[in-house]
């Protein structure tokens, strides 16, 4: 089994930063990608960023503001996020691709959500 676990969301003001973090665990002997997703108030789930071994890719919405990074020992991924806009108001979910320790096959593990909340 596969567990992908997001923290770090919660209520900001305009303008201000937050942190979020993915960590995935149990039985996994490589991990391919680590991608944050979110989904506003009646949207569709978007890529927000993602980040592999050659290297990082942004929605557009999003570049230049936030920035994504990976601890590959500890198979975390964060996601700063600067200069924050009402717009960017959603579940923001974490997406892990790997292959299993032990059978070698490939998974796609996402995990629950953390809500973000940019508002004066």
């Known amino acids: 089994q596969v567990q992908v676990v997001e923290s770090g969301g919660g209520l900001v003001q305009p303008g201000g930063s937050l942190r979020l973090s993915c960590v995935a665990s149990?039985?996994?002997?490589?991990?391919?990608?680590m991608a944050w997703y979110r989904q506003g108030p009646g949207k569709q789930r978007e890529l927000v960023a993602s980040i592999t071994g050659s290297g990082t890719n942004y929605g557009d919405s999003v570049k230049g503001r936030f920035t994504i990074s990976r601890d590959n020992a500890q198979n975390t991924a964060y996601l700063q996020m600067n200069s924050l806009k009402p717009e960017d108001t959603a579940v923001y979910y974490c997406?892990?691709?790997?292959?299993?320790?032990?059978?070698?096959?490939?998974?796609?593990?996402w995990g629950q959500g953390t809500l973000v909340t940019v508002s004066s």
């Open positions: 149990g039985s996994i002997r490589s991990i391919y990608t």
């Open positions: 997406n892990v691709a790997g292959t299993r320790r032990m059978s070698y096959r490939d998974f796609e593990v």
